[in-house]
């Protein structure tokens, strides 16, 4: 039987991959009108331009990330155990709980880039003039103040597909702003304007299909419950920290690498980087699929203590993953400068960036159940110090390395920090998998 014949007749696998593909058939075309707009967006402004706007919107993205609890994973961690135990009660009280942090947390990240908004415009952006369009762009954070326990609750009810058309949506308008703006000879304040419109419909999108979608499940006063009601609140404020921690360095370390390439070298800089940046991101779309499907169902298998089929699922998803994602490498690899060329002849300078950024993003979107495996585990504090130790050394070559030999650089020491993170987590995930089979069978 070949390998492919023995993923079809697997039911978890073919429940995952049906999940999954209802929410990549909307994130493909989302994805289409991304790039269209992206590049729509680059040969209007120009790379220094395009630069700018990529930075502003990174810089709100990271304060609020810096201050997040990644709610949605403490609503499927914790949420899909007591829904799994029909705790309806506990499940409500939960939600509540995140819901309410959650949206205190995005209060405070909208006031702290109003508060910081000149100084990120002068030393990162290094545009003092634009601090007026920091503040405006971060009024999507207002807006989403509940997406990441929405999207929590839409994966542990096994409804996340909805989030794939919500993210349809707010693509078409944005996309279409943004097509209007370029036949239009529009500017970059309008562009702008076009990206938070798109934040506003995700927002309110995915937090009233979640209210609605948990109020059948949990009946009409769901939101009434006790949050006093909850058990293990040490160790949910344990794993809400430490998810908060292991957020912040990913952001710092990670996901603010525009805002890194802007204070290290320019504008114009960061809008190579940004080119290649995307290009190379449309890894995701297939991984994040997955990730959002997977992480329930890793879940359920560690609850139930099936070790064994834990280990035949992550077998079979990584083959995939691997299978796309090597296939996907090489078409980059072969068309990237064309690709980059698109958006208009000089982005063409960022191909080092990409080939440098593709190795590490391969190797990620492979192995993309890594930090899951190891939430749903129970060791939410080891990915923390894996990407403190990592990321600590990844920074500190950035201010010797990137100065000095630019994009292809900052390129390069991101690769470096996927694969030494991510082999490492991979590595103590099985380890602790085998860990608690050896002990079932004594």
């Not at 076009?194 to 006063?221: D, M, P």
């Not at 952001?251 to 390439?261: A, D, G």
């Not at 800089?269 to 940046?277: C, D, E, I, S, T």
Request: cysteine-free; hydrophobic content about 55%; proline content about 2%.
């Amino acid at each position: 039987m070949s390998v492919l014949s023995k993923l079809k007749e697997d039911p978890l696998l073919s429940k995952v991959l049906r999940s999954s593909a209802a929410l990549l058939s909307a994130n493909t075309v989302s994805l289409g009108l991304s790039v269209v707009q992206s590049i729509l967006a680059a040969r209007l402004l120009g790379p220094a331009q395009f630069g700018l706007i990529a930075i502003i919107m990174s810089y709100a993205s990271t304060v609020n990330g810096l201050l997040s609890f990644r709610m949605s994973e403490l609503v499927v961690r914790y949420g899909g155990e007591y829904l799994e135990k029909d705790e309806k009660e506990r499940t409500a009280a939960l939600v509540k709980a995140a819901a309410l942090s959650e949206a205190l947390v995005s209060l405070l990240a909208f006031v702290f880039v109003a508060i910081t908004a000149a100084l990120a415009a002068l030393y990162i952006a290094k545009t003092p003039n634009t601090a007026f369009l920091f503040i405006v762009y971060s009024l999507g954070l207002l807006v989403n103040f509940n997406t990441e326990t929405a999207t929590g609750v839409l994966q542990m009810l096994g409804k996340i597909k909805y989030q794939g058309l919500i993210n349809l949506v707010q693509s078409i308008l944005t996309a279409g702003l943004i097509t209007f703006a370029f036949f239009t000879h529009g500017n970059l304040q309008f562009v702008l304007y076009a990206y938070l419109a798109g934040k506003v419909v995700l927002g309110l999108g995915i937090f009233s299909t979640a209210f609605f979608q948990l109020t059948k499940k949990l009946g009409s006063g769901w939101w009434k419950a006790q949050i006093n009601s909850i058990p293990q609140v040490k160790e949910l404020a344990r794993f809400a920290i430490s998810s908060n921690l292991s957020a912040t360095l990913i952001l710092v370390f990670r996901e603010s690498e525009i805002l890194w390439v802007g204070y290290f070298l320019t504008s114009e800089a960061a809008g190579y980087y940004k080119a290649a940046y995307s290009i190379v991101s449309l890894l995701s779309v297939s991984a994040n699929p997955l990730i959002l499907t997977t992480y329930p169902e890793i879940n359920k298998l560690i609850v139930q203590k099936a070790w064994r089929r834990l280990i035949d699922f992550l077998k079979k998803i990584t083959t995939l993953a691997a299978v796309y994602n090597l296939a996907l490498a090489a078409g980059f690899v072969i068309f990237g400068r064309w690709l980059l060329s698109i958006s208009g002849s000089e982005y063409a300078a960022g191909y080092p960036a990409l080939l440098a950024l593709l190795i590490g993003f391969t190797f990620n979107y492979i192995l993309f159940w890594n930090r899951p495996l190891l939430l749903s585990l129970g060791l939410p504090d080891f990915p923390i110090w894996v990407t403190l130790t990592v990321g600590l050394l990844k920074i500190s070559l950035a201010f010797w390395l990137v100065p000095r030999y630019g994009i292809a650089a900052a390129g390069a020491l991101l690769s470096f920090y996927y694969m030494a993170s991510v082999g490492v987590m991979v590595i103590r995930g099985l380890k602790e998998i085998r860990k608690n089979e050896d002990r079932s069978h004594h």
